[in-house]
């Protein structure tokens, strides 16, 4: 596996059509959420694939800077629906926190508005609910928030 993360100006044109293929297809089509999916913050998130021998992407999310300088945002956390079940969830996850360690030293605290059937999954990373459930597009999510050292 390889794990490319871009800037969107990175972003080759066959990389952004795949990454807004993958997250059309599961946040709008097999989640049934009619929302706009291509939004602002894809301009200045950094973008992380995980890709596979075969040049196809497994897992993606975004890194989105937030108004606090020390803080960042994880979203559109997704897995290709052919990989699941598989452990690539746990890796672009993974992958996401030493990146930013390693090269975002000033940011303390990484936040996501996490589906609530995923809090434990996030909570295996020492993530920590911040809020009450609440309802996103019609699906209950948990805000969260890690800490890092």
């Known amino acids: 596996m390889q794990v490319k993360i871009k800037a969107f100006q990175q972003l080759t044109n066959t990389e952004l059509f795949q990454i807004y293929k993958l997250r059309t297809k599961v ?3 097999e989640q049934k959420c009619a929302y706009q999916e ?3 913050d ?3 998130a950094e973008h992380l694939q995980l890709i596979n021998a075969q ?3 497994v897992g993606y999310l975004r890194l989105i800077p937030e108004k606090l300088a020390n ?3 994880i979203g559109r956390v997704v897995v ?3 990989f699941r079940g598989q452990g690539y969830g746990r890796t672009i996850i993974t992958e996401s926190l030493k990146y930013l360690r390693t090269i975002h030293p000033e ?3 990484v ?3 996490a589906q609530a059937y995923l809090v434990k999954f996030y909570g295996s990373f020492e993530f920590q609910a911040t809020s009450d459930v609440y309802l996103d597009t019609g699906i209950p999510h948990q805000d969260m928030l890690l800490k890092l050292n």
């Open 111 to 113: 936040v996501i508005q």
């Open 42 to 44: 894809d301009l200045i």
């Open 107 to 109: 940011i303390t605290q």
């Open 80 to 82: 290709n629906p052919q």
């Open 71 to 73: 803080q960042i945002r």
């Open 38 to 40: 291509v939004d602002e």
């Open 27 to 29: 946040f709008v089509v």
């Open 55 to 57: 040049n196809k992407l």
